[in-house]
């Protein structure tokens, strides 16, 4: 190279390291001096070193082929962070908090009263057709009346740098596990910078949430018993579930190593025989969660659990049900719940979405397909979407037909233009597409990631991010002062 | 501590003890046969005996040629029991109790399995073999110095230790009875100076060789060399060494009793053997090998029992543990 910054273009875009051509924002000042120092083969040694710890460390995430099974593959990260500043950072902070303290108000108000569809503020049919609402959950208190204990939303900055919610993770978030290992891989490879760069750590985060799980002890005495329950190695986060069950301490158990007693208590099998269990944080989804209560085929799921938590002797995080806010139809309404919960104006925005309900915006949806991206109202992962700009006349016509037959199913919004970070392509230092995803634990306290999970979309003006969709990941320098 | 855990603790001692001495026995072999006149050498064949696994190999080969035994025993994905798949077994147990191991261990473990696929042509070349195995036993051993230097002594711990000399013990028995079998008779008096290299070829299978120079002190005769791999009190491969290792793990854990006893039972058996008489009779070496390998499954069975899968766990169990017991 070596990266001529005077070189890289951001035109039409919004990049998070360089205002434009040669001019770095404020707080990238010092990260951009030091990469621009460094020639073609230290960069690209760092960044074969940081692959290579990431080897070694096992570091992966599996996915799934028809021909080959299910394959671990390391997990992809690019070594030039994205880079934020402390000040704008805590204001999305507030934001977050404000939000995820309305959806649960909002869940635990659909589980009970139902005030907000009394009241008009929330479409009763909206909720009907939820596939998300479970009626097993009515009338539950679960502990402080919090049911998303951990939230994971994607955060997205389009071209004019305003910062948008895109969605709202409220069942089984994943990905914080490959923010904290990203930090301690990049660590390795810019210690100068972590030195005198003003970049605040991220590596309280399983420590806060031990404390957010052991706060909904049931049982008040002595060191409650926190459990990560998997559904195993073949699950795509497996390497999470293991990495937080290690950084908590805590036992990481399977389905088959939990009992419930018939006076509704849960255990789990022990070389001493049955232990008892006060907290399970579950990495298994609502319907494989008991098959008592749920999918009776599930192999994954402890039969008699859903009355364990009924009865109120094991807490669940997240709730069963918590889900029911976690549907992109119910995101439309977010900032009208934060107004009706809190009073409050949403110190976050939502993306303009269009509910394929309506017949007004349906056929605006319908007209401008090529300009919108549609998604399904409950996959999650990139699955099913539609991205116009880059779709084929025949896979829109497919997509409109699908919208015709279920209105309910789809939402559509304008494609954002995705702020880039530079990231290394080949030799080359190039822009590409980012988002942020946070994490938001609630129980008796609220505590929001620094940073979080910053996703990248390695192909050249793609925007989809996800992991399993090719996507690479950074590190998300949050940074105090005039810093790097 | 969660009974599937244990069970994948022990598994995970059990594949890398077993990878390890299933490089030491091609190594030990390959270089035994350099050193044996072709008449009366005994080929590979002894090796898929100890390793019991005759069935299976003829399923694929049709004969005993170097080349394709090395093949069976490395790195045959088809073989549960070659180095490839007891590596892979390792590393799917280790990738389950992720949380439980120190963190070097599971990386060392991913390391080597990584290494052991990558370099598998190599390691099956005459002239690469050597190193590739070596490598492959030398990081099993740094995982058991990894593991006592870095893990608290807990009931995690002796679960990897009781897999560990379980399969070092099997393996012993295993060793001693197939050499014994296709050695050549000890009056054989012509041919006593390649008596004395295969009883040195048996003792190195077991990395015995220097401490039985010093502590025999002897040359290397059948007797002599039976009785210190059987009863030596201090070889740590010997049958009764690990027998007493087993004991001291078993003493750490709770409710202990039942395998204890069938630990009791096996050094009876021991004790009561005639080496003299098994030094001059094969099958009387056989018979004594065979009561020891049905004690040896006595302990596994109660260790099973107590441990892993109690009697309320009536339900079937994962996956891990499917693969564990293939």
Same mark, same amino acid.
């Given at each position: ?96 908090? &404000? ?43 679960? $502990? ?61 985060? $399983? ?224 822009p590409r597409h980012v988002d942020l995803r946070p ?12 940073g979080g999970l910053t996703r990248v979309a390695m ?26 | ?41 005994? =080929? ?78 190599? =390691? ?38 009781? =897999? ?76 009764? =060494? ?55 499954? &006595? ?19 994962? &996956? ?7």
């Open positions: 190279m070596t990266i001529r910054w005077r070189d890289y273009k951001v035109e039409g875009i919004y990049d998070e390291v360089m205002k434009a051509a040669g001019r770095p924002r404020d707080h990238a000042r010092l990260l951009t001096r030091y990469l621009a120092a460094l020639d073609e083969d230290e960069l690209f040694s760092i960044q074969a070193a940081a692959e290579l710890s990431i080897k070694e460390m096992g570091i992966t995430f599996t996915v799934y082929s028809q021909t080959e099974g299910s394959i671990d593959r390391a997990w992809p990260l690019d070594v030039i962070p994205r880079v934020m500043a402390a000040d704008e950072w805590r204001r999305i902070e507030s934001g977050l908090k &404000q939000r995820v303290h309305a959806l649960n108000c909002f869940i635990n108000d659909i589980y009970h009263h139902q005030k907000i569809i009394k009241d008009g503020k929330f479409p009763r049919e909206v909720l009907a057709k939820s596939v998300n609402f479970r009626k097993e959950c009515v009338g539950v208190d679960p $502990p402080q009346g919090v049911w998303a204990h951990i939230c994971g939303s994607d955060l997205v900055r389009d071209s004019d740098g305003t910062v948008y919610v895109l969605e709202d993770n409220l069942r089984v978030p994943s990905g914080v596990s490959y923010m904290l290992e990203n930090r301690q891989v990049v660590k390795r490879v810019f210690p100068e910078l972590f030195e005198n760069g003003g970049i605040l750590p991220v590596d309280d985060y $399983p420590s806060q949430l031990f404390d957010c799980l052991a706060a909904l002890s049931p049982r008040r005495s002595g060191v409650p018993e926190v459990v990560v329950l998997t559904p195993g190695i073949y699950n795509s986060a497996y390497f999470e579930h293991s990495y937080i069950a290690q950084q908590m301490g805590c036992e990481l158990v399977e389905g088959g190593d939990l009992h419930v007693s018939e006076d509704n208590v849960v255990y789990m099998r022990t070389i001493e025989g049955l232990s008892r269990v006060d907290v399970i944080y579950r990495r298994i989804d609502d319907l494989f969660l008991d098959p008592e209560a749920f999918r009776k085929d599930s192999m994954l799921g402890v039969p008699g659990l859903m009355r364990a938590w009924k009865a109120g002797n094991v807490a669940l995080a997240n709730a069963p049900g918590a889900g029911v806010a976690d549907d992109k139809v119910v995101y439309a309404y977010v900032p009208d719940i934060i107004r009706y919960y809190l009073d409050e104006d949403p110190i976050l925005p939502n993306v303009p979405t269009y509910l394929c309900t309506e017949k007004e915006s349906r056929d605006h949806v319908l007209k401008n397909l090529a300009k919108m991206v549609v998604k399904p109202a409950n996959e999650s992962g990139g699955y099913g979407m539609l991205v116009g700009p880059v779709s084929t006349k025949k896979e829109r016509d497919a997509m409109a037909r699908r919208i015709k037959n279920d209105p309910r199913n789809f939402i559509a919004q304008p494609v954002i233009t995705l702020s880039t970070v530079p990231s290394i392509v080949g030799k080359h230092v190039e994490f938001i634990l609630s129980s008796d306290q609220m505590y929001v990631t620094t192909r050249k003006g793609s925007l989809v991010v996800n992991s399993s969709q090719g996507g690479g990941s950074k590190d998300t320098w949050i940074i105090e002062g005039g810093g790097v | 501590m969660l009974s599937r855990v244990a069970e994948n603790l022990y598994w995970l001692g059990r594949y890398m003890e077993r990878a390890e001495n299933t490089g030491r026995i091609v190594n030990v072999n390959g270089n035994l046969l350099l050193d044996l006149p072709k008449g009366i050498a005994p =080929g590979w064949q002894p090796l898929i005996e100890i390793t019991g696994s005759e069935e299976s190999y003829r399923q694929t080969y049709s004969d005993f040629e170097e080349r394709n035994v090395v093949r069976f025993l490395v790195g045959d994905n088809q073989n549960p029991g070659s180095i490839i798949s007891s590596l892979s077994m390792a590393r799917e147990n280790a990738r389950t109790i992720r949380d439980v191991i120190p963190r070097e261990s599971w990386e060392l473990i991913n390391e080597l399995y990584l290494y052991a696929r990558d370099n598998l042509q190599s =390691g099956l070349s005459k002239r690469g073999r050597y190193g590739y195995l070596k490598r492959i036993m030398r990081a099993s051993q740094t995982f058991v110095g990894l593991s006592s230097g870095a893990m608290s002594a807990d009931a995690g711990y002796e679960f990897l230790c009781l =897999g560990r000399i379980l399969e070092r013990a099997d393996m012993t028995t295993r060793i001693i009875d197939v050499r014994s079998a296709s050695l050549i008779p000890s009056e054989t008096s012509g041919l006593l100076p390649f008596e004395n290299i295969q009883w040195i070829s048996v003792l190195k299978s077991l990395t015995a060789y220097q401490m039985y120079r010093q502590h025999v002190q002897a040359r290397v005769r059948r007797a002599d060399a039976l009785r210190f791999l059987m009863l030596d009190n201090d070889f740590p491969r010997s049958v009764y =060494g690990c027998v007493a290792l087993v004991d001291e793990s078993l003493k750490e854990l709770p409710t202990s009793e039942a395998p204890r006893s069938a630990v009791a039972r096996l050094e009876k058996v021991i004790k009561s053997g005639d080496i003299a008489k098994m030094a001059e009779s094969n099958s009387a070496l056989h018979g004594f090998i065979d009561q020891l390998q049905v004690e040896l499954g &006595q302990i596994h069975s109660e260790i099973v029992r107590t441990y892993f899968h109690m009697e309320e766990s009536a339900k079937p169990r994962t &996956q891990s543990q499917a693969a564990a017991t293939a």
